[in-house]
């Protein structure tokens, strides 16, 4: 089946920085595009960033843009997401979630919440 698993969450002080990693298995990780969302409690799950394993398109959003940076290392078939200058606003758990998306382009976030496959998640907290 398919399985990712999410660490590197920390608390860390704001303009701090953290990397956070999916290790994935049970699937052909180039067929899949890969994405990793937030929620902070009372708050709807929200993507923030994605990247198609076979082409390396990404995408991020308005609110991460510039600040944070979405790689693959193939060879453990592992997502990273760099996260810096990073904000209070970004306290959440953070999750990865697997879509089998095997074309070009990253897929539209809601297509990972209708049908992706998740990993537990991992909490990041920014405070002073």
């Known amino acids: 089946e398919v399985q990712l698993v999410e660490s590197g969450g920390d608390l860390v002080q704001p303009g701090g920085s953290l990397r956070l990693s999916c290790k994935t298995s049970?699937?052909?990780?180039?067929?899949?595009?890969i994405a990793w969302f937030r929620q902070a409690p009372g708050k709807e799950r929200e993507g923030v960033s994605g990247?198609?394993?076979?082409?390396?398109?990404?995408w991020y959003s308005d609110s991460v843009a510039g600040r944070f940076t979405i790689s693959t290392n193939n060879a453990e078939n592992t997502v990273i997401l760099q996260m810096n200058a990073l904000k209070s606003e970004d306290t959440a758990v953070y999750y990865c979630?697997?879509?089998?998306?095997?074309?070009?382009?990253?897929?539209?976030?809601?297509?990972?919440?209708?049908?992706?496959?998740w990993g537990q998640g991992t909490q990041v907290t920014v405070s002073s």
């Open positions: 990247i198609n394993i076979a082409d390396g398109s990404t």
């Open positions: 979630a697997a879509l089998l998306w095997p074309r070009g382009g990253v897929p539209w976030m809601t297509r990972f919440l209708e049908r992706g496959s």
């Open positions: 049970g699937f052909t990780f180039e067929d899949y595009a």
